[in-house]
């Protein structure tokens, strides 16, 4: 009974907000606050599980980029932070409130500067268009049991919800269960992502080497990052249908090209 008041709490407060670049509109009953708040204690929970990569040249890449896309992404309300996380598994996600892991796995995959920003941009682009906190209200609505997800402080969770909220506010991890992203999330993020590494300085035509790239390795292997980020067949020519739109905000930019190369 408590748990259907709350929902109808919670559809009372439903908004239905706007998302950056795509402009479709998203189903909301969680405020920004508590998905940041939420996406805070996941990534310190996710972080005391796994071994931190620091002062290494991939770990300097990965703060790099990080800042770079922080300078351009307009999100004020964000407390980026950008780790690296030791990891055979080819990974990366960012939290809701800018919270970003990349994990070694995915280095030889990334290739270069430019293949990492098209990751790290794409990932940060779920953070910005709210998929986590759209996931979240979709699993208030359609699960009574995880009503009380976002109304509760994460740390007052147990183990199988706190799985289920990190897999819903966007990290695909050995701690939590596989949520996949909705082809209309992946294509969003992947729109954000090209306009974010663009206006960074990045060539946002290796994003397409890149896609490529990872999605023919995966083919080989079975990948968490891409049970959970399903590629499309038709991501290769939406991104290159994209490029006209984001050439001129490269072009505005530093110009890096593609950056260093990656081993
Ligand atoms: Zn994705």
Redesign the pocket.
Known sequence: MKNIFLIALLLISASCSTTPVSGNKAFLLTSSETENQQGEAAYKEIIAKEKEVKGTPEARMVEEIGRRIAAVANQPDFKWEFKTLQSDEPNAFCLPGGKVAVYTGIFKYAGNEAGLATVMG??IG?AIARHGGQRMSEQMVTNIAMAGLAATAFSKLDNTKKGLAIAALGAGTAVAISLP?SRK??TE?DEIGLVLMSKAGYDPRESVNFWDRFSKAGGKAPMQFLS??PTSENRHEHLREMLPKVMPYYEASAKLGIGKNLQ
């Open positions: 794409h990932e779920h992203f999330h992946e993020a959970t980020h």
